[in-house]
């Protein structure tokens, strides 16, 4: 996900995609212990993306204030 499109969400979109992409990692994670994992660099593109989307939501909480 890039940070632009990350930008236009709203704060709803903002929360559904943050669970959504942590649902997804623990996912993978569970993909990985049992072996059947395919992809191990999907891991960590999620962990950046929940990084810039959470970024984004800190960011919003400071500007409100």
């Known amino acids: 996900m890039k940070p632009a499109e990350i ?8 929360t559904r995609a943050l669970e959504d992409t942590r649902r997804e990692l623990f996912n993978l994670r ?7 994992l395919e992809n191990s660099a999907r891991i960590r593109l999620l962990r950046k993306d929940i990084a810039r989307i959470m970024t984004e ?9």
């Open 7 to 14: 930008r236009d969400m709203t704060p709803e979109e903002l």
């Open 57 to 65: 939501m800190t960011a919003r909480k400071q500007n409100a204030l």
């Open 30 to 36: 569970v993909q990985a212990q049992t072996g059947q």
